[in-house]
Nanobody, 124 residues
Framework: QVQLVESGGGLVQAGGSLRLSCAAS????????MGWFRQAPGKEREFVAA????????RYADSVKGRFTISRDKAKNTAYLQMNSLKPEDTAVYYC?????????????????WGQGTQVTVSS
């Protein structure tokens, strides 16, 4: 059974940092793009960041560029999202996802595998 399990969410003050982890099991995702999405209450799920299968190419939403960093450890079959300078508008449930292929995409429907999400709350 393929699973993506997120961890590392929590409550943090504005300006603080959190590091999310996404541990994959059931298959290796070494040849797939890994991504992070988020969904705030009453809003659509939106793209946050993605990393290529090799880990050398990344893409970010404009709203998080310069503050968030996505990475992956292929040996551990795990992806990470380092979030710095957090803002109240970053508050959302954060989801880890994986594509079927190796091309970086930002569209939600291009991601086949999803985690259950982890809550991030940033207080002002």
């Amino acid at each position: 059974q393929v699973q993506l399990v997120e961890s590392g969410g929590g409550l943090v003050q504005a300006g603080g940092s959190l590091r999310l982890s996404c541990a994959a099991s059931g298959r290796t995702f070494s040849g797939n793009v890994m991504g992070w999405f988020r969904q705030a209450p009453g809003k659509e799920r939106e793209f946050v960041a993605a990393v290529s299968s090799g880990g050398s190419v990344t893409r970010y939403a404009d709203s998080v560029k310069g503050r968030f960093t996505i990475s992956r450890d292929k040996a551990k079959n795990t992806a990470y999202l380092q979030m710095n300078s957090l803002k109240p508008e970053d508050t959302a449930v954060y989801y880890c996802a994986a594509t079927l292929g190796g091309l970086i995409v930002t569209i939600r429907n291009e991601y086949k595998y999803w985690g259950q999400g982890t809550q991030v709350t940033v207080s002002s």
